[in-house]
């Protein structure tokens, strides 16, 4: 389906069909493309290009970010009674990706506002922050990778905020693997929501560099755990296990981490575990100065530092909360066909999660997208290895798991 829009909407994953503009006036050869990186749209800006039609069944369509555009910030009501997590029934990430797709486009707004107040100095609404939690852990406990998956696709300018909604949801998957009960649970997904907001004392300048930090630059940074808890400590309702974990998120196992190079036993669980999210979804998201690892090669780096890291029986129990092959993650089976994981599924093995195939490396070719579930019986293809989509020159791959799915955010 082809649809005209604002080139303020484009984004990675979209097929463009047509710039609106003359061929000479685009910065591309080509009439018709795959939006695969942000550089592209940074072009298409840059050219005075204010509209462009685009084919919804070839890539992503805007409803992602549309669904919820109209709502103000903070528009997320406290839930009258809080959620028995254990009655929430599990869905499908065919069934989630709707409604996880909403609340990752409300709680961003709202984490942009709530961070920017702080940035002014006003103190943070603890009862509104939880109300934002309550709603990241509903999605999480239909189906994790629905909402995590979709928070890890961010933005230069957003990234910060969506780096926030992404920590919460893996703090809450965490929590259950680790056997919290409902409000341990809650407070360590407002730690991971609250743990990075003394980033709003830290000059954007800094932030975004592409390039090398300077010695006083990289200080800035290091102050940030001790600036968000002065932000916290202005706030009520603010419990000590958040504080604890904005103030030594960036801690390590081995006494080098900073602010305070604490070691071992002196670091809390919730601490610990917020050192495990904080730097999966760090190395995992494209940043001004490096491209995201893939899930699963992020696994295996953090794997070689936890020794030293991370305390090792919580990664362990952050690995089972999103799988050996995360959502996200390229793959190639047996058969010699590349494909992306869509969806886990733990409870049969996470070896056997469910693949969307869209390539051959025997014709190197592309071929039609089918999705695959590795966990049925009649099922005969295997994972060989996780993939690099550079070697292959696939591009940015989260149109493929997302799929089809896409078109059902505005369910």
């Known amino acids: 389906m082809l649809k005209k829009i604002d080139v303020t909407q484009l984004r990675v994953g979209m097929y463009v069909d047509e710039l609106c503009s003359s061929w000479l006036g685009t910065p591309f050869w080509r009439k018709s493309f795959m939006l695969d990186d942000l550089a592209s749209i940074d072009k298409i800006k840059k050219n005075m290009i204010q509209e462009a039609w685009i084919n ?50 409300k ?58 909604v992404a920590v919460c949801a893996l703090m809450i998957a965490l929590s259950r693997q680790v056997g919290f009960d409902d409000e341990k649970t809650r407070e360590a997904g407002l730690a991971g929501l609250l743990h990075d907001i003394g980033k709003m004392a830290v000059s954007a300048n800094i932030l975004n560099k592409p390039g090398k930090l300077t010695d006083d630059e990289f200080t800035a940074i290091m102050e940030h755990p001790g600036a968000g808890h002065e932000m916290l400590l202005k706030a009520t309702g603010i419990g000590a296990a958040t504080l604890d974990v904005c103030l030594h998120h960036h801690e390590k196992i081995d006494g080098t981490g900073y602010p305070e190079r604490l070691s071992g036993d002196q670091i809390s669980m919730y601490a610990r575990m917020g050192a495990v999210c904080d730097v999966y979804d760090a190395i995992t998201s494209n940043r001004p100065y490096k491209l995201g690892w893939c899930p699963a090669e992020s696994l295996q780096k953090m794997a070689e530092w936890s020794k030293g890291h991370f305390d090792e029986a919580v990664f362990h129990a952050f690995v089972k909360s999103i799988g050996i092959y995360p959502v996200g993650t390229l793959v190639r089976l047996e058969s010699g066909r590349l494909g992306v994981v869509v969806e886990q599924q733990t409870e049969k093995s996470m070896l056997l999660p469910k693949v969307r195939i869209f390539f051959s490396t025997k014709s190197m070719t ?43 955010a505005k369910a």
């Open 366 to 408: 592309y071929i039609k997208p089918e999705l695959l579930d590795l966990a049925n019986p009649a099922s005969t293809d295997k994972i060989a290895a996780r993939e690099d989509p550079g070697s292959w020159g696939v591009g940015d791959i989260s149109h493929y798991w997302l799929g089809d799915l896409a078109h059902r």
């Open 107 to 164: 709680t961003k707004q709202a984490v942009i506002s709530m961070f920017n107040e702080a940035r002014m100095g006003k103190a943070v609404d603890a009862d509104n922050a939880m109300s934002l939690v309550e709603e990241i852990a509903s999605s999480v406990m239909r189906n994790p990778g629905a909402l995590i998956g979709l928070a890890r696709l961010k933005t230069a300018d957003d990234y910060t905020y969506m780096h926030s």
């Open 56 to 105: 919804t069944s070839k890539g992503l369509d805007v409803l992602l970010e549309q669904a919820v555009a109209d709502l103000p910030p903070l528009a997320i009501k406290i839930p009258a009674a809080k959620t028995d997590f254990n009655e929430i029934a599990s869905l499908s990430m065919d069934e989630e990706i709707g409604r996880a797709a909403k609340i990752v486009d």
